[in-house]
Nanobody, 115 residues
Framework: QVQLLESGGGLVPPGGSLTLSCAASGIFFSIERMGWYRQVPGKQRELIAHFNGGLTIVYADAVKGRFTISRGNAKNTVNLQMNLLKPDDTAVYYC?????????WGQGTQVTVAL
């Protein structure tokens, strides 16, 4: 069993920055993919930034140039640096990981961009 623990959400004014972190714990032999999705009420969960095997990174068009995904000092962690935040970035952000053939999700962390 794998657990994904997110941290770093909160309230930030437009134009501000936040950093989200996700750490994987449990027993696993390999991390195939790891990254971030977000979801707003009434809409599907959407991919934001993701490591897709090795060093391949995918970003949603809506966040390119503003968000940066990176690996933490430990191989089982990923961070999401979010700059120039907009009200449209308000959502619950979920960490996702594929370990072998199994997929896991974090519990989600709320990011609210407002004055």
């Amino acid at each position: 069993q794998v657990q994904l623990l997110e941290s770093g959400g909160g309230l930030v004014p437009p134009g501000g920055s936040l950093t989200l972190s996700c750490a994987a714990s449990g027993i696993f032999f390999s991390i195939e993919r790891m990254g971030w999705y977000r979801q707003v009420p009434g809409k599907q969960r959407e991919l934001i930034a993701h490591f897709n095997g090795g060093l391949t990174i995918v970003y949603a068009d809506a966040v390119k140039g503003r968000f940066t995904i990176s690996r933490g000092n430990a191989k089982n962690t990923v961070n999401l640096q979010m700059n120039l935040l907009k009200p449209d970035d308000t959502a619950v952000y979920y960490c996702h990981g594929q370990f072998g053939t199994d997929h896991y999700w974090g519990q989600g962390t709320q990011v609210t961009v407002a004055l």
